[in-house]
């Protein structure tokens, strides 16, 4: 069946980049997305990429997607301690719409 | 800037007890959705629901529980007869149109239930 896996913990420090890494396995995904979780809150939409895409960067986001690989990443820019959250990859695909996969989550945590 | 809406955000039940979870999804959407995520675990896909009925559901979406949207805004999870491992925290989503048009799916903050 279908699976997205990603790494569980990042430590980046404040003011550094941060890259989030996700690899999902289903080849049928059309869309794939990031949502932000901080603690005690739902599930905050921060960016999606469609499949045919290679790259998509909103302000200090960037998502660049390897198609071939099934590896998904998100990088953040200029790291905030806002930023400390948990982040989840999901995957969609057209003949389940609205059906989300969803990864692991992976928490990230900002350092002074 | 719109939003999915939920009540309760926190839920205390006995085992056995019937829960109604509400949610109001954004007015313009068209599809709404049930996920749930157990403490520690990955988030679930329960339900999705459009045009007035289910459109697909999990494994999980067994016969205690059901969907219903009794009027033009709210979306609505019961589940009959709570058990100690329907303790999760549920999510409910809402998007606009299937693909390019309406790819994407936002949730609410949550609905968490503790059943004892």
């Known amino acids: 069946g279908e699976d997205v896996e990603q790494s569980l913990f990042l430590s980046v420090r404040e003011g550094d980049s941060s890259v989030i890494n996700c690899t999902y396995t289903?080849?049928?995904?059309?869309?794939l997305y990031w949502y932000k979780q901080e603690p005690g809150a739902g599930l905050q939409l921060l960016t999606y990429?469609?499949?045919?895409?290679d790259m998509k960067q909103d302000q200090r986001l960037t998502v660049l997607l390897n198609k071939k690989d099934k590896h998904l990443s998100l990088r953040i820019a200029d790291t905030q301690t806002g930023d400390s959250a948990i982040y989840f990859c999901a995957e969609i695909s057209t003949d389940s719409w609205g059906k989300l996969q969803f990864g692991a989550g992976t928490q990230v945590v900002v350092t002074p | 800037e719109p939003e999915v809406t939920q009540t309760p955000s926190h839920q205390v039940t006995q085992m056995g007890q019937e829960v109604i979870l509400r949610c109001v999804p954004i007015s313009n959407h068209l599809y709404f959705y049930w996920y749930r995520q157990i403490l520690g675990q990955k988030v679930e896909f329960l339900v999705s629901f459009y045009n007035n009925e289910i459109s697909e559901k999990s494994e999980i979406f067994d016969d205690q529980f059901s969907v219903e949207r009794p009027d033009g805004s709210n979306f609505t999870l019961k589940i009959r007869s709570t058990k100690l491992e329907d303790s999760a925290m549920y999510f409910c989503?809402?998007?606009?149109?299937?693909?390019?048009?309406?790819?994407?799916?936002?949730f609410g903050e949550g609905s968490w239930l503790t059943v004892v």
């Open positions: 990429i469609f499949s045919n895409m």
């Open positions: 989503a809402s998007s606009g149109q299937q693909g390019a048009s309406g790819n994407t799916i936002y």
């Open positions: 289903d080849s049928s995904s059309t869309y």
